[in-house]
């Protein structure tokens, strides 16, 4: 029996719509939860969406829509390519942990985050190398964070429910 390790970009056609439906999720979590996720270990997590929204068309002849500056989500614009059938493929995030802060673009397709801005330098950082050292920490941790909420995602998604549960609750926010 022979397996065939599947490449991204194959990957990013076959599943990166799940990636499309998780930036949706959190934007319909932030507006209806207040953005605040628990995460396993007790780590508790915000979230909101912040001033770039990157719809994807409803089909190969049809343009993208982005929307920038200001609250993009709380837009007519952004209702109307929701219910229009676009999917959200890039969204820029704010998340912060305890007294950290990350603001960071998610693509939606491949799970990969861009223009990243870690938190501050806190003010133990004495040397080039301790810099790194926390910068590097804060990578880390970022990347759990958003993993970890792909995680609790995925688990909700997967539910045998999800169609009748919150499939239908995120489609009623998305008409409303």
């Given at each position: 029996?022979?397996t065939q390790r599947q490449g991204k970009g194959e990957a990013?056609?076959?599943?990166?719509?799940?990636?499309?439906?998780?930036?949706?999720?959190?934007?319909?979590?932030?507006?209806?939860?207040?953005?605040?996720?628990?995460?396993?270990?007790?780590?508790?997590?915000?979230?909101?969406?912040?001033?770039?929204?990157?719809?994807?068309?409803?089909?190969?002849?049809?343009?993208?829509?982005?929307?920038?500056?200001?609250?993009?989500?709380?837009?007519?614009?952004?209702?109307?390519?929701?219910?229009?059938?676009?999917?959200?493929?890039?969204?820029?995030?704010?998340?912060?942990?305890?007294?950290?802060?990350?603001?960071?673009?998610?693509?939606?397709?491949?799970?990969?985050?861009?223009?990243?801005?870690?938190?501050?330098?806190?003010?133990?950082?004495?040397?080039?190398?301790?810099?790194?050292?926390?910068?590097?920490?804060?990578?880390?941790?970022?990347?759990?964070?958003?993993?970890?909420?792909?995680?609790?995602?995925?688990?909700?998604?997967?539910?045998?429910?999800?169609?009748?549960?919150?499939?239908?609750?995120?489609?009623?926010?998305?008409?409303?």
């Open positions: 029996m022979s990013q056609d076959t599943h990166g719509f799940l990636g499309e439906e998780f930036l949706t999720w959190l934007w319909f979590r932030w507006e209806t939860t207040g953005g605040e996720f628990r995460l396993p270990g007790g780590r508790v997590v915000g979230l909101a969406l912040d001033d770039f929204l990157l719809f994807a068309a409803p089909s190969e002849d049809e343009t993208e829509q982005t929307l920038r500056r200001g609250l993009p989500t709380r837009t007519a614009e952004a209702r109307t390519a929701l219910r229009s059938g676009r999917r959200l493929k890039k969204a820029r995030l704010l998340l912060a942990e305890g007294s950290r802060q990350w603001s960071a673009t998610l693509d939606g397709a491949s799970l990969t985050l861009l223009g990243v801005k870690l938190p501050e330098d806190s003010e133990e950082v004495e040397s080039d190398q301790d810099r790194t050292t926390e910068r590097a920490a804060n990578w880390l941790a970022l990347h759990e964070l958003v993993q970890a909420l792909y995680g609790q995602f995925l688990r909700e998604r997967l539910r045998p429910d999800y169609l009748e549960r919150v499939a239908a609750e995120q489609a009623q926010w998305m008409a409303g």
